[in-house]
């Protein structure tokens, strides 16, 4: 299912559907016919994307769908610091109202989300501290996803990475795989909504940026779980093997300042 279907992949064995979340309308047929659905977080602002998913869940309950299996994030609650921690939270509230037997997966961070936060210089600022995050590849929480939908357990479960990583070491060892000297640099909660401010007019978007960070030293994110070896049989990549197999990820960070000003 998708907003726009002509832009999708063709998939052997898959049937292509339009649904949107923000049209309920088009939920109903997209939903017909559904055992398991999964649904992937829609795309919008914190609270917003709630009510959406809020469409996604009631339209599978009208649809008798059996099983719902949903993608949330680490750390979800009310008291997050990340703004959309809080808005899986009340997602998560809206599926369990609908009655429908339900999975949550609780992704980790992503661990090619580094890659956008070190600015030209090679350095990441923001109030992480020396807080660890347990992040994951996007490739195994994909895998561990469809596993769990050929057999869904119920119940809510955290999908980490093999490792608790500070950003400090992230830079670290990010510098080690580019040749490149990378640094964290942490900064006050203050500093960095002051800075992230003078970049960005919407308050939302300076709550995610700064927020991301304030999660990771809250310890939203710091434990390590098994589930991607629990429900796949394979082992979680870490930091150096994710990038191996993906080196091309890396590339704007192989460059220095004067290098990318050249190309």
């Avoid at 998708?2 to 992949?9: E, F, I, K, S, V």
């Avoid at 347990?134 to 999908?159: C, K, N, Q, Y």
Wanted: hydrophobic share 40%; aromatic share 8%.
């Amino acid at each position: 299912m998708t907003r726009t279907p002509q832009q999708a992949p063709k998939l052997d064995g898959a049937e292509l559907v339009r649904g949107d979340f923000a049209e309920p309308a088009t939920l109903d047929d997209a939903f017909a016919g559904v055992s398991t659905a999964l649904v992937v977080s829609g795309s919008g602002k914190p609270g917003e994307r709630a009510r959406l998913h809020q469409n996604a869940f009631e339209a599978a309950a009208r649809a008798h769908v059996r099983h719902v299996v949903y993608l949330s994030l680490q750390g979800a609650s009310p008291s997050s610091r990340y703004p959309f921690s809080r808005d899986h939270s009340l997602s998560e509230q809206y599926l369990a109202a609908t009655g429908i037997p339900y999975t949550v997966l609780r992704n980790a961070f992503y661990l090619d989300m580094f890659l956008e936060r070190f600015d030209a210089e090679g350095v990441m600022r923001g109030p992480a501290n020396v807080t660890r995050g347990a992040f994951v590849s996007r490739e195994d929480a994909a895998r561990t996803a469809a596993a769990v939908l050929e057999d869904p357990p119920g119940g809510t479960h955290d999908v980490t990475g093999p490792e608790a990583l500070s950003l400090a070491e992230v830079a670290r060892r990010l510098s080690a795989i580019t040749g490149r000297q990378l640094r964290y640099q942490p900064e006050s909660v203050d500093s960095s909504r002051d800075r992230l401010s003078k970049r960005e007019r919407a308050s939302w978007r300076v709550d995610l940026s700064a927020g991301w960070f304030e999660a990771i030293a809250a310890g939203e994110l710091e434990h390590t779980s098994g589930a991607v070896f629990r429900f796949t049989g394979k082992e979680p990549l870490n930091l150096e093997a994710y990038f191996t197999l993906f080196p091309e990820l890396l590339q704007p960070l192989r460059l220095a300042p004067d290098q990318d000003s050249r190309s």
